[in-house]
C-alpha cells in the first residue's frame, strides 16, 4: 500500500534536498544571535496561487525562488544582512513533488543571498502559497522616515520588466527573454542596500508596489514632498518610462541620499545602473498630489 | 461611488484598532533589540480555513485569537519570552469585515502575552489564513534535544479538550463550555515555562501534534526513549487519557527536567496541573516504539 508521505516526511526531504542550505531546523522555533551591537530585522511576505503567481507562467522552481526573494528585498530595503529564512508553505493535497521544486527554488533564492533556511511549517491547503519570514541584522538599519527635503533619489536597476511580463501573461502574448527573466528571477539588492547606506543614503525602500506608489510610500513616512522626473526612470527593452514606474515586485531600490552618489561605480560593481531620478521637497501634500497619481500594485484591486 | 477597501487602507484600520498593541508598523521589516546576551528565537505557524478550522466552528475573533496564540506557543516551547509577532494574513474578497474581528483576536492574544505586533503582510486569496511569525529572545532557549536518560516528563494543564472539541464539532454534537474553551482559547504557556526552566528543565516542546506525537519528537531530537504511564495523563471533563494522548493544538508543554518539579506550588501559581506522567531512558527505538504507536496530528492525513 502507497501512502500520501506526511509532513514530517516532506520536511526530512526538503532538508537533505537542502543540504548545508538548511540549518538548526527541528525545534520549536529556530535560534539565532545578532553580531553584538547589531539590531534584529524580520519582515514576512506572502505569495499565493492565483494571486501573486499563476503556475502557467513560472516554473514551481522559479515560483519559490520569487517567495523568498520578495521577502529578502524587504532586508535589502533596510540595509540589512540576511541571518535566516523561515518558510510556511500551504501544499494541496499530492502536491508533495511539487514541494521538491519548490525547495530547489528557495534553496536558489537563499544560496544567491548567502543565507540559509532555519525554520518554517508545512501545512495543507486548497491552494498552494508560499509565507517566507526572512530574519536579518542591521548596526543601523535604513527606514522609510529617514529622508529629508533636499535628498537627491535614486534607483538601482531598470525598471518596467515585471510589469510587462505580467501583462504579456494575462494576454498570452509573448515577451523577450530579458523582460520574462526580470519577473521569474528578481535580485534582492543586499549587498547593493548595505554598499548604498555606506555611502550616505538615509532612506529606503524597495520597488514591490510600483516605483510610482513606493516613492509616495517613503515620502509620507519622511513628510516629504516628492519632485520626480519619470521620464528619467530607467527601465529595460526600451519599454515607456511611465509605465514602468507603475511595474510592481521589481526588487529594485528606491533610495535617498543627502550627498551624490557614484553612479558610475555602482554600475560597474554591481552590473547594474544607479540612476538619479529627483528630489524630495519640503512640502509634503502639494507636490506628491502634484506629481504622482496614486495609482500601483495593490492586492485587492489587481 | 463605494469601492473595496485597498490594502494600505485596510491595515490602516487594524493598526487603529490595535492601538498601543502595535508598535512600529510602517517600514518594510520590523526592527527590535534582544536584550544584551540574550538569543533571538523565531517561529512561524499558519492556520487555513478547511485545514486548522471551520468558520462554523468558531467566531474570527476566536480564530484570530488562536492563530496567534499557536505561534507564541513555539515560544513557550524555548522558554523564550515574546518580543513581538508578524501577521501574513489572506483574505477573500469582500473580507475587509471579518479582518476587523480577526484583528481583534489578534489584539487579545498579543494582549494576554504582552506582547505587540510589529508587522506583516495583508494579501488577497481564495480562502482565509493566517501566519503568524512569533520574535522572542532567551538567555538561553529550550530545546528538544536537551533531555537525557532518567530525566522526569512533566506535562501541563489537562489534556484532551481540543480534541474531544474537533471532534463534536464534525459530527455536529455539542459539547461542554469547558471543552469548547480549551479548543477556542488555548494559552500560550510563556510564563510558565520560563518559571520551569528556572527550576531545571533541560528540554521542553508545547503539545501542538498531541502529547504521543510529541513526546516521540522529543525524544527522537534527545536520542532517548519514553517511559510514559499514558494512564497518569490529565485529562478534562472525565475524558479518556489515552485519546487525549491523541489530542492535538492543546499548546501545553511536554517537559523534561533532571530533578523533580515543585508539583503544587505550580499549579497554585498558575492555577493549571503540572503532572509527572514517566521519565526518559536509555534506548531509543526500542522503547518508543513499544510505548508509543506513532499516531497523532499529521497535516496531510487529517
Given at each position: 500500500?502507497?501512502?500520501?508521505?506526511?509532513?514530517?516526511?516532506?520536511?526530512?526531504?526538503?532538508?537533505?534536498?537542502?543540504?548545508?542550505?538548511?540549518?538548526?531546523?527541528?525545534?520549536?522555533?529556530?535560534?539565532?544571535?545578532?553580531?553584538?551591537?547589531?539590531?534584529?530585522?524580520?519582515s514576512?511576505d506572502a505569495c499565493?496561487?492565483?494571486?501573486h503567481f499563476?503556475?502557467?507562467?513560472l516554473?514551481?522552481r522559479e515560483i519559490g525562488y520569487r517567495a523568498v526573494t520578495a521577502a529578502l528585498s524587504d532586508l535589502a530595503a533596510?540595509?540589512?544582512?540576511p541571518?535566516?529564512v523561515?518558510l510556511?508553505?500551504?501544499?494541496?493535497?499530492?502536491?508533495?513533488?511539487?514541494?521538491?521544486?519548490i525547495?530547489?527554488g528557495v534553496g536558489d533564492a537563499v544560496r544567491a543571498a548567502q543565507t540559509?533556511v532555519?525554520?518554517?511549517?508545512?501545512?495543507?491547503?486548497?491552494?498552494?502559497?508560499i509565507?517566507t519570514?526572512a530574519?536579518?541584522?542591521?548596526?543601523?538599519?535604513?527606514?522609510?522616515?529617514?529622508?529629508?527635503?533636499?535628498?537627491?533619489?535614486?534607483?538601482?536597476g531598470?525598471?518596467?520588466?515585471p510589469?510587462?511580463?505580467?501583462?504579456?501573461?494575462?494576454?498570452?502574448?509573448?515577451?523577450?527573454?530579458?523582460?520574462?527573466e526580470r519577473f521569474a528571477k528578481p535580485t534582492a539588492r543586499i549587498?547593493?542596500?548595505?554598499?548604498?547606506?555606506?555611502?550616505?543614503?538615509?532612506?529606503?525602500?524597495d520597488v514591490s508596489?510600483?516605483?510610482?506608489?513606493?516613492?509616495?510610500?517613503?515620502?509620507?513616512?519622511?513628510?516629504?514632498?516628492?519632485?520626480?522626473?519619470?521620464?528619467?526612470?530607467?527601465?529595460?527593452?526600451?519599454?515607456?518610462?511611465?509605465?514602468?514606474?507603475?511595474?510592481?515586485e521589481e526588487y529594485e531600490l528606491?533610495?535617498?541620499?543627502?550627498?551624490?552618489?557614484?553612479?558610475?561605480?555602482?554600475?560597474?560593481?554591481?552590473?547594474?545602473?544607479?540612476?538619479?531620478?529627483?528630489?524630495?521637497?519640503?512640502?509634503?501634500?502639494?507636490?506628491?498630489?502634484?506629481?504622482?497619481?496614486?495609482?500601483?500594485?495593490?492586492?485587492?484591486?489587481?
Amino acid at each position: 500500500m502507497t501512502t500520501t508521505p506526511g509532513e514530517f516526511e516532506l520536511i526530512a526531504r526538503m532538508r537533505e534536498r537542502w543540504g548545508p542550505l538548511a540549518e538548526g531546523i527541528g525545534d520549536d522555533a529556530a535560534v539565532l544571535t545578532a553580531p553584538r551591537g547589531e539590531q534584529i530585522v524580520v519582515s514576512v511576505d506572502a505569495c499565493h496561487e492565483g494571486v501573486h503567481f499563476e503556475r502557467a507562467w513560472l516554473s514551481l522552481r522559479e515560483i519559490g525562488y520569487r517567495a523568498v526573494t520578495a521577502a529578502l528585498s524587504d532586508l535589502a530595503a533596510m540595509a540589512a544582512s540576511p541571518r535566516g529564512v523561515l518558510l510556511a508553505i500551504a501544499l494541496p493535497p499530492a502536491g508533495s513533488r511539487d514541494l521538491m521544486e519548490i525547495a530547489d527554488g528557495v534553496g536558489d533564492a537563499v544560496r544567491a543571498a548567502q543565507t540559509v533556511v532555519i525554520g518554517g511549517n508545512l501545512s495543507a491547503a486548497a491552494t498552494l502559497s508560499i509565507t517566507t519570514t526572512a530574519v536579518g541584522s542591521a548596526f543601523s538599519p535604513l527606514t522609510r522616515s529617514g529622508a529629508r527635503p533636499g535628498n537627491l533619489l535614486y534607483v538601482t536597476g531598470a525598471l518596467g520588466g515585471p510589469g510587462a511580463a505580467v501583462d504579456a501573461f494575462k494576454r498570452g502574448d509573448t515577451m523577450s527573454a530579458a523582460v520574462r527573466e526580470r519577473f521569474a528571477k528578481p535580485t534582492a539588492r543586499i549587498a547593493e542596500a548595505r554598499w548604498l547606506a555606506a555611502r550616505g543614503v538615509v532612506a529606503a525602500i524597495d520597488v514591490s508596489d510600483g516605483l510610482r506608489q513606493d516613492a509616495l510610500h517613503l515620502a509620507a513616512a519622511s513628510h516629504v514632498g516628492l519632485a520626480i522626473d519619470w521620464t528619467l526612470v530607467p527601465t529595460i527593452d526600451g519599454l515607456d518610462a511611465d509605465r514602468a514606474s507603475l511595474s510592481g515586485e521589481e526588487y529594485e531600490l528606491l533610495v535617498a541620499s543627502p550627498v551624490p552618489l557614484p553612479e558610475a561605480e555602482f554600475a560597474a560593481r554591481f552590473g547594474v545602473p544607479l540612476t538619479r531620478i529627483g528630489r524630495l521637497t519640503e512640502r509634503p501634500n502639494a507636490d506628491s498630489s502634484r506629481v504622482v497619481a496614486p495609482r500601483g500594485h495593490d492586492h485587492f484591486s489587481r
